[in-house]
Protein backbone atom coordinates (compact mmCIF):
# COMPACT_ATOMS: atom_id res chain seq x y z
CA UNK A 1 0.00 0.00 0.00
CA UNK A 2 1.49 3.20 -0.73
CA UNK A 3 -0.15 6.89 0.80
CA UNK A 4 0.34 9.95 -0.66
CA UNK A 5 -0.52 12.94 1.51
CA UNK A 6 -0.91 15.72 -0.55
CA UNK A 7 0.39 19.19 -0.27
CA UNK A 8 -1.71 22.21 -0.67
CA UNK A 9 -3.29 22.22 -3.84
CA UNK A 10 -5.11 24.47 -5.98
CA UNK A 11 -9.01 23.61 -6.05
CA UNK A 12 -8.60 24.00 -9.88
CA UNK A 13 -6.15 21.26 -9.54
CA UNK A 14 -7.58 18.99 -7.02
CA UNK A 15 -9.66 16.68 -9.46
CA UNK A 16 -6.44 15.41 -10.89
CA UNK A 17 -5.26 14.09 -7.85
CA UNK A 18 -8.83 13.08 -7.24
CA UNK A 19 -8.60 10.84 -10.53
CA UNK A 20 -5.07 9.52 -9.65
CA UNK A 21 -6.36 7.67 -6.40
CA UNK A 22 -7.73 4.47 -5.13
CA UNK A 23 -8.83 6.01 -2.38
CA UNK A 24 -9.44 8.95 -1.04
CA UNK A 25 -9.12 9.53 2.73
CA UNK A 26 -10.47 13.06 3.94
CA UNK A 27 -10.62 14.25 6.98
CA UNK A 28 -10.83 12.27 10.41
CA UNK A 29 -10.89 14.69 13.35
CA UNK A 30 -14.39 17.16 12.65
CA UNK A 31 -16.75 14.20 12.50
CA UNK A 32 -18.66 15.82 9.74
CA UNK A 33 -18.95 15.53 5.61
CA UNK A 34 -15.93 18.22 4.22
CA UNK A 35 -15.51 19.40 0.81
CA UNK A 36 -13.26 16.73 0.28
CA UNK A 37 -15.44 13.81 0.50
CA UNK A 38 -17.81 15.14 -1.37
CA UNK A 39 -15.69 15.92 -4.36
CA UNK A 40 -13.92 12.91 -4.57
CA UNK A 41 -17.12 11.25 -3.92
CA UNK A 42 -18.58 12.90 -6.98
CA UNK A 43 -15.18 12.04 -8.92
CA UNK A 44 -15.87 8.30 -8.45
CA UNK A 45 -13.86 7.60 -5.82
CA UNK A 46 -14.44 5.95 -2.33
CA UNK A 47 -13.99 7.72 0.53
CA UNK A 48 -12.77 7.18 3.80
CA UNK A 49 -13.74 9.99 6.51
CA UNK A 50 -14.88 10.11 10.13
CA UNK A 51 -18.79 10.78 9.84
CA UNK A 52 -19.84 11.03 12.99
CA UNK A 53 -23.21 8.87 14.17
CA UNK A 54 -23.83 11.47 16.93
CA UNK A 55 -25.93 13.72 13.58
CA UNK A 56 -28.29 12.68 12.54
CA UNK A 57 -28.06 14.43 8.87
CA UNK A 58 -25.64 11.33 8.48
CA UNK A 59 -27.48 8.32 9.55
CA UNK A 60 -27.72 7.02 6.14
CA UNK A 61 -23.80 7.83 5.31
CA UNK A 62 -22.65 4.24 4.44
CA UNK A 63 -19.39 4.19 6.73
CA UNK A 64 -19.64 6.00 9.92
CA UNK A 65 -17.13 6.04 13.31
CA UNK A 66 -13.89 5.88 11.60
CA UNK A 67 -11.80 7.02 14.54
CA UNK A 68 -8.75 4.65 15.16
CA UNK A 69 -6.31 3.34 12.93
CA UNK A 70 -7.58 0.31 13.02
CA UNK A 71 -11.27 0.81 11.90
CA UNK A 72 -9.18 2.91 8.84
CA UNK A 73 -7.33 0.13 7.70
CA UNK A 74 -10.39 -2.00 7.74
CA UNK A 75 -12.19 0.41 5.55
CA UNK A 76 -9.43 0.61 2.95
CA UNK A 77 -9.74 -3.15 3.32
CA UNK A 78 -13.76 -3.08 2.57
CA UNK A 79 -13.58 -0.23 0.26
CA UNK A 80 -13.48 -2.18 -2.73
CA UNK A 81 -16.55 -3.93 -2.27
CA UNK A 82 -19.17 -1.49 -3.15
CA UNK A 83 -18.44 1.43 -0.94
CA UNK A 84 -18.28 4.35 -3.77
CA UNK A 85 -21.32 2.91 -4.75
CA UNK A 86 -23.01 3.64 -1.46
CA UNK A 87 -21.62 6.81 -0.66
CA UNK A 88 -22.48 7.92 -4.27
CA UNK A 89 -26.13 6.97 -3.73
CA UNK A 90 -26.28 8.98 -0.50
CA UNK A 91 -24.48 12.16 -2.28
CA UNK A 92 -27.40 11.87 -4.41
CA UNK A 93 -29.95 11.70 -2.58
CA UNK A 94 -28.27 14.53 0.12
CA UNK A 95 -26.44 16.92 -2.28
CA UNK A 96 -28.13 17.14 -5.36
CA UNK A 97 -28.25 20.64 -6.18
CA UNK A 98 -31.87 20.48 -7.39
CA UNK A 99 -32.62 18.51 -4.20
CA UNK A 100 -31.01 20.89 -2.05
CA UNK A 101 -32.40 23.92 -3.23
CA UNK A 102 -35.80 22.41 -2.91
CA UNK A 103 -35.51 22.19 0.89
CA UNK A 104 -37.53 24.17 3.48
Do not use: Q
Not at 27 to 34: C, E, K, P, R
Not at 38 to 66: G, Q
Amino acid sequence: MRLNVLPKVPHNRINEYYWSADIVIGSIGAGVLGMVALEAIACRRPVITYVSSRYLEYKNFPLKDIDSEEKIIDAINMAADKLWMKEYEYLKKNHDPKMVIRKP
